[in-house]
């Protein structure tokens, strides 16, 4: 049994509320020919949108897999430029009006915004993804151990570099960009102390353009480039893109992020050049918490994906990656120690 009772929102209402979600963000909806005839899974996505090739197609996978499973009608919103955390609210609270449940802001950004409409719609259950500050019996704080799979891919990259140099590019200059920073560089360190990393960040905020440039990505990682770097990891959302294509063009290899880069049909000129992707489960995460919601369990409070549970970690799609034996030894060493509690990640 669903969580709230079915909601049927019909004629003047229908389109009042249409209004409403258009005047916030461009909307999409989905459900199949034997729909239960209720709401399901609503996502509002962060800066970027669906089509950034990574984390909010990630989102957008989680609430593909709902809808197929289910037979409810789903809900996804894209973000609008110059936003406020009101506009976010309204956004969340016609999204519960109309009967969606569960309703999730993909990334931290939306953490006033759930809080807000959490506390309007106590029958809804509201996720919010990377945000581990909303303390409410509805709410689900859906976080990652970033730092991990960051460990990771620093291992990989020390481990694949031939120039004694290693890139990592950020977003924007924020607490949960700095757990990849970190962990990506404590992986680098651990396995060769004598390797140099550049890092840079592209904005100090999301409004101005960190997470959905990809000129800025591009510009940083040919930059780090021209000093000798010769793999590159970005933690950018849509701007990473930019940096996968700067790694190609200069031929040296580029780490993905949040999602399998190295299958992305967008990027698949470059998969050559993309050597692997420190990935999280966003798709997994936003699945289970409706899944929770269908079964009549919601999940609340932290909910924390990590190596351990198999959330984070790396891909290993590219075949030259797969092949390397070192390499792969190496990884495997080392997400053993991770788990274990040997290795303790850095987050900051």
């Known amino acids: 049994m669903r969580r709230i009772s079915r909601i049927t929102v019909a004629g003047a209402a229908t ?3 249409a209004l409403a979600l258009a005047a916030c963000g461009s909307t999409s909806t989905s459900g199949s020919a034997d729909t239960k005839g209720d709401k399901g899974l609503a996502i509002a996505y962060d800066v970027g949108g669906r089509g950034d090739q990574s984390f909010n197609d990630a989102a957008y996978a989680g609430l593909e897999k709902a809808q197929k499973e289910f037979g409810y009608t789903t809900a996804d919103i894209e973000p609008t430029d110059g936003e406020t955390d009101a506009d976010k609210q309204q956004r969340l609270e016609s999204l519960a009006k109309q009967g969606y449940n569960p309703v999730i802001g993909v990334g931290y950004a939306y953490a006033a915004a759930v809080k807000g409409a959490a506390e309007k719609f106590p029958d809804t259950t509201f996720g919010i993804v990377d945000d581990s500050t909303i303390s409410a019996e509805n709410v689900a704080d859906l976080v990652f151990a970033e730092e991990q799979a960051s460990y990771l891919a620093g291992v990989a990259a020390a481990e694949s570099t031939e120039t004694g140099v290693v890139g990592f590019v950020g977003g924007v200059d924020n607490p949960l960009i700095h757990k990849f920073q970190a962990g990506f560089e404590q992986g680098v360190k651990d396995t060769d102390p004598k390797i140099k990393v550049l890092s840079q960040y592209l904005t100090q905020t999301a409004e ?10 591009k510009a940083a990682a040919e930059g780090q480039i021209e000093k000798k770097a010769d793999v590159v990891y970005a933690a950018a959302g849509l701007s990473g893109q930019g940096v996968i294509e700067a790694a190609a063009a200069n031929e040296v290899w580029a780490i993905g992020v949040d999602s399998d880069q190295y299958k992305q049909e967008a990027l698949a000129k470059y998969k050559d050049h993309i050597l692997t992707s420190a990935t999280k489960d966003v798709a997994k995460a936003v699945y289970n ?3 929770s919601v269908e079964e009549g369990k919601p999940e609340t409070g932290i909910v924390r994906g990590d190596l351990k549970t198999g959330e984070v970690g790396l891909a290993d799609s590219n075949p030259k990656f797969k092949a390397d034996t070192e390499l792969q030894e190496a990884i495997e060493t080392a997400k053993e120690k991770i788990v274990s509690g040997e290795i303790k990640v850095k987050s900051s």
Do not use: I, T, W
Not at 208 to 217: I, L, N, Q, T, V
């Open 289 to 291: 918490l409706a899944k």
């Open 208 to 217: 101005e353009g960190g997470f959905s440039s990809p000129d800025k990505g």
């Open 15 to 17: 389109a009042s509320l």
